[in-house]
T-cell receptor, first 115, second 114 residues
Framework: DGGITQSPKYLFRKEGQNVTLSCEQN?????MYWYRQDPGQGLRLIYY?????DFQKGDIAEGYSVSREKKESFPLTVTSAQKNPTAFYLC???WGHGVQNTEAFFGQGTRLTVV | AQSVTQLDSHVSVSEGTPVLLRCNYS??????LFWYVQHPNKGLQLLLK??????LVKGINGFEAEFKKSETSFHLTKPSAHMSDAAEYFC????????????FGAGTILRVKS
């Protein structure tokens, strides 16, 4: 089945630790996105990538890093510099480099809690 | 300026009555517009999309939305609510000055009473 897989579903992190969230898609989509969701704030864009080996900062990139070494994979690292990392993180992908009217497909999310 | 404004953070309807979820957008161009639904602790599912074809767009589960350029609105409606419609709904704009970004509204939580 084609789709987007995020892992793990739940993640606990101690303060001061970096943690990496996985996102894999087998839809052959060019574009991939990471969003953060907090109650009442909708989804806010962290990073996005249109093609392999290229990515751009979104609206709230501070304290996060990404890589795009393969078309299928777009991992997100939450660093210790992120002051309030507890949130629900959603990965999405979308067909077409530079095509702006296609819909995005979403993973099931990772809930990160700092303990 | 807010790119996408969902005018109600919460909407409550009785089962079998109409649903109206309101969305206004700001764009200097003809954008692409989407409505997504999210059930608790789940990913997002596309309900429908507008991409400069017909202004009345029909989606899944009986939902539809009308693009009104003069009002910069893209309100979501359903004639008769079902208990399973209870969820959070997001209006999304893309294209034009937003480029390859998908910009989300803050969301509307729909409650359906029996």
């Amino acid at each position: 089945d084609g789709g987007i897989t995020q892992s793990p579903k739940y993640l606990f992190r101690k303060e001061g630790q970096n943690v990496t969230l996985s996102c894999e898609q087998n839809l052959n989509h060019d574009a991939m996105y990471w969003y953060r969701q907090d109650p009442g704030q909708g989804l806010r864009l962290i990073y996005y990538s249109q093609i392999v080996n290229d990515f751009q900062k979104g609206d709230i990139a501070e304290g996060y890093s990404v890589s795009r070494e393969k078309k299928e994979s777009f991992p997100l690292t939450v660093t210790s510099a992120q002051k309030n990392p507890t949130a629900f993180y959603l990965c999405a992908s979308r067909w077409g480099h530079g095509v702006q009217n296609t819909e995005a497909f979403f993973g099931q999310g990772t809930r990160l809690t700092v303990v | 300026a807010q790119s996408v404004t969902q005018l109600d953070s919460h909407v409550s309807v009785s089962e079998g009555t109409p649903v109206l979820l309101r969305c206004n957008y700001s764009s200097s161009y003809s954008p692409s517009l989407f409505w997504y639904v999210q059930h608790p602790n789940k990913g997002l599912q596309l309900l429908l999309k507008y991409t400069s074809a017909a202004t009345l767009v029909k989606g899944i589960n009986g939902f539809e939305a009308e693009f009104k350029k003069s009002e910069t609105s893209f309100h979501l409606t359903k004639p008769s609510a079902h208990m399973s419609d209870a969820a959070e709904y997001f209006c999304v704009v893309a294209g034009g000055e937003y480029g390859n970004k998908l910009v989300f509204g803050a969301g509307t939580i729909l409650r359906v009473k029996s």
